[in-house]
């Protein structure tokens, strides 16, 4: 019985396909098949009903999946039992939003190298909606996300780490306008509305009742700010206390009454076994 057989069946129950499940293992459709074709001879058991159109586990292959869940989740720890010495061992794989990716992530990562040299952390970037579904699905061990903003999944844990306010940019001609000036004279540069910032924003501007001109629609805070700065609009962008240090000559708004808010922080699944890694990076990114 081997091991990525084992993984195999787990992520076909856990994304519903066999198609779904090469996708995300990186193997060929046929060889998904194979993987379940031999666990089935081996244990002499049907675990998955063929008869219907699309497949589904019979009730030994809930039991299978139950049963394999365990021994993949002994496997991936049984490095970080057998180590001696300081510092973890063992990896991670996990998300991040662009945010994070050119804010505080990089620092924490070359802090967590230096303590805990075999911890290897590999980073993948996407939006927040996105990487919420990837730890879900048990691609992803944790992400640095957003707050989450409904819906979202339900078994997902929220750690807030740092947070960042709001605030409208313009370019520097727009120095003593407000904001409800701004929005009906100059194009709006829209954060994309499916990211959970996207969404903030959209609630706040339904909630002041403050119409806008939409000109683009961008899922990047750099681009968006520096865009604004370059007197091609409005954007409304959520910032650090350490990026208003940097930004260019620019006229700044708060947006929001009171000024609006996410916090950033680490999703990770209710039911993970990898806290004693994640926790490393919660203490390192939670650090101002």
Do not use: C
């Amino acid at each position: 019985m081997s091991l990525k057989a084992l993984r195999t069946l787990v992520t076909i129950a856990r994304h519903g396909t066999f198609a779904r499940a090469a996708d995300v293992l990186s193997l060929t459709p046929s060889a998904v098949s194979l993987h379940i074709r031999s666990l089935e001879e081996e244990l002499q058991v049907s675990l998955f009903d063929r008869s219907r159109r699309q497949v589904s586990l019979t009730e030994a292959g809930h039991l299978a999946v139950e049963r394999a869940e365990g021994i993949l989740a002994a496997y991936d720890e049984m490095a970080d039992a057998l180590v001696s010495g300081p510092g973890l061992r063992g990896r991670l794989k996990i998300g991040a939003i662009h945010t994070a990716l050119a804010g505080r992530l990089p620092a924490a990562l070359v802090q967590i190298k230096a303590e805990h040299p075999h911890l290897h952390i590999s980073v993948l970037s996407g939006m927040s909606a996105e990487l919420a579904r990837r730890v879900e699905d048990g691609e992803l061990d944790a992400a640095i996300t957003t707050e989450p903003v409904p819906p979202y999944p339900a078994n997902l844990d929220f750690t807030p780490l740092y947070q960042n306010r709001f605030w409208a940019v313009a370019g520097p001609g727009f120095a003593g306008a407000n904001l409800r000036e701004l929005l009906a004279s100059q194009p709006f540069l829209r954060f994309d509305k499916r990211a959970w910032a996207g969404r903030i924003i959209e609630q706040e501007l339904r909630k002041q009742q403050l119409p806008v001109s939409e000109q683009m629609e961008l899922d990047s805070q750099q681009a968006l700010t520096h865009m604004a700065s370059m007197g091609l609009g409005v954007a409304i962008v959520p910032l650090a206390d350490e990026d208003l240090q940097h930004l260019p000559a620019v006229t700044l708004l708060p947006f929001g009454e009171p000024q609006r808010v996410r916090h950033v922080g680490l999703l990770e699944h209710a039911s993970s076994r990898r806290r004693h890694l994640t926790a490393v990076l919660k203490s390192t990114l939670g650090q101002p």
